[in-house]
Nanobody
Framework: QVQLVESGGGWVQAGGSLRLSCVAS????????LGWFRQAPGKEREFVAA????????DYADSVKGRFTISGVNAGNTVYLQMNSLKPEDTAAYYC??????????????????WGQGTQVTVSS
């Protein structure tokens, strides 16, 4: 099994930056992709960014392209989400997720079978 632990959330003013980290432990060799999702109160969980462990291919939601960067190190055991130019609408609980088998779709929450506990990001105007 794979366990995911997020960190790095917090409060920041609009225009500021935060970096989220997600450390995967356990059977990490089985991870195909790691993704970040977010969920604001009263809204559905939405895709933010994802990275394939082999090859490092990435995908981003249109709302964060050019502002957020996902990266992975240590053979895919850790994934980061660098968030720049933050906006109040980025406020949400951010979740790290892992997919442990091959798929062409790494943007849909239902494709991920393992989730972290989440970390809160609050951006004030």
């Amino acid at each position: 099994q794979v366990q995911l632990v997020e960190s790095g959330g917090g409060w920041v003013q609009a225009g500021g930056s935060l970096r989220l980290s997600c450390v995967a432990s356990g059977r990490t060799f089985s991870v195909y992709a790691l993704g970040w999702f977010r969920q604001a109160p009263g809204k559905e969980r939405e895709f933010v960014a994802a990275i394939r462990r082999v090859g490092g291919g990435t995908d981003y939601a249109d709302s964060v392209k050019g502002r957020f960067t996902i990266s992975g190190v240590n053979a895919g055991n850790t994934v980061y989400l660098q968030m720049n130019s933050l906006k109040p609408e980025d406020t949400a609980a951010y979740y790290c997720a892992a997919r442990t088998s091959w798929t062409t779709d790494i943007m849909t929450p239902g494709q991920y079978n393992l989730w972290g506990q989440g970390t809160q990001v609050t951006v004030s105007s």
